[in-house]
């Protein structure tokens, strides 16, 4: 699933390639993509790109007085392709800005797309934490969002908590502070809560530095690939050694999720 720097990888190059152009025509093949209570995307053809921006794992488009949120869900993606190429079978939104074409492509139809006039419009971004480059996100702050007895590990998922952390940084950031997956969020010390927020933001602009993280079949918009898989300590290193200890690294579930850690560093 792509998380923050995934999206934030999106966004880079959607802006450098479409900003200040305008939309000429919208095909919508699979109009379940698209939310209920949106506005008619019809509305957007006219309308001049003026911005795009980022919250959490959400788009932001900025039409003149108009704003298309995009979340990509598990398998979401963008490509920017001549007007004349061949749809493809999981193209299901295509925006045209004169002699390009922008594809919104979904293998699994996950992804959700709606149309506002405001941002308070839709609920959902209401719902959306501080990403932790917020300077509002203290570590007292924080402390106070993570009394749960639920696991640490399956906290830092709930995007209400601290947004644009999925699975795979969950389990990077958590390795870097040294705090087990399953300790209680209710059990974490200030102390801590400083050190996931410090590595969330180290290893996030890391992540954004090299793009993001190629898991599967995830490629950002144009197809660029992300590179930070090669610089995962724990994430799918099952069975290899721990870069700091030599200890295997073991995976079980949390939350329903596949965590990976190891179980010296993080007792």
């Known amino acids: 699933m792509p998380e923050l720097p995934e999206v934030r990888t999106v966004a880079k190059v959607l802006k450098n390639n479409l900003l200040n152009k305008r939309i000429t025509n919208i095909e919508i093949i ?28 959400f788009l932001i488009f900025t039409f003149e007085d108009l704003y298309l949120v995009s979340h990509l869900r598990m398998e979401g993606k963008y490509f920017i392709k001549k007007l004349t190429d061949p749809v493809e079978k999981h193209e299901h939104i295509i925006f045209e800005f004169g002699d390009l074409s922008v594809r919104y492509h979904d293998t699994r139809k996950f992804g959700r797309m709606i149309l506002v006039k405001d941002l308070k419009d839709y609920k959902s971004l209401d719902k959306v934490g501080l990403e932790p480059f917020d300077k509002n996100l203290t570590k007292e702050k924080l402390q106070a969002n ?6 640490i590990k399956e906290l830092l998922l709930d995007q209400s908590i601290i947004a644009g952390l999925g699975n795979i940084y969950a389990n990077e950031v958590l390795f870097a502070s040294k705090i087990n997956p399953l300790k209680k969020g209710e059990d974490i010390s200030l102390k801590e809560c400083q050190s996931i927020i410090d590595n969330s933001i180290s290893i996030l602009n890391k992540a954004i530095e090299y793009g993001g993280t190629t898991i599967k079949s995830y490629t950002s918009s144009l197809g660029v690939t992300g590179h930070y898989q090669d610089y995962l300590k724990v994430h799918k290193r099952e069975g290899l050694p721990c870069e700091v200890c030599n200890n295997p690294i073991i995976n079980i579930k949390v939350g329903g999720r596949s965590t990976y850690y190891c179980p010296k560093c993080q007792k």
């Open 30 to 57: 699979y109009p379940k993509m698209i939310e209920e209570n949106s506005l008619d995307f019809h509305n957007l053809v006219g309308k001049t790109l003026t911005n795009i921006e980022t919250k959490g794992k």
């Open 146 to 151: 993570l009394k749960s007895k639920l696991p």
